[in-house]
């Protein structure tokens, strides 16, 4: 199915017991009123699964995957202080 991560700057081979599958659905209309379904699989690596997230952008008749940098999470440092007497 795939070869290696869709991460075009990583060269990680695909393991079935490795990495993570995206399913991305995107519903596509035309003039006439009908919708399809258009379903895309996406694999990635997992140091890029957990750095990124597929997602999809329509503009006209493109669809493109993008890889959108997952947000980085909150610092574990506390903003409480304590006092040592």
């Known amino acids: 199915m795939f070869g290696r991560c869709a991460n075009p700057a990583c060269s990680t081979s695909r393991h079935p017991d490795q990495g993570k599958l995206f399913r991305l659905d995107v519903e ?20 890029c699964a957990r750095r990124m997230n597929p997602r999809i ?23 409480y202080s304590a006092s040592v007497n």
Request: proline fraction near 7%.
């Open 57 to 79: 952008e329509v503009a006209g008749n493109t669809v493109r995957v993008l890889l959108a940098a997952l947000p980085k999470p909150p610092s574990l440092r506390s903003s």
């Open 28 to 47: 596509i209309g035309n003039t006439a009123g009908m919708t399809k379904i258009k379903t895309a699989y996406v694999w990635l690596c997992d140091g």
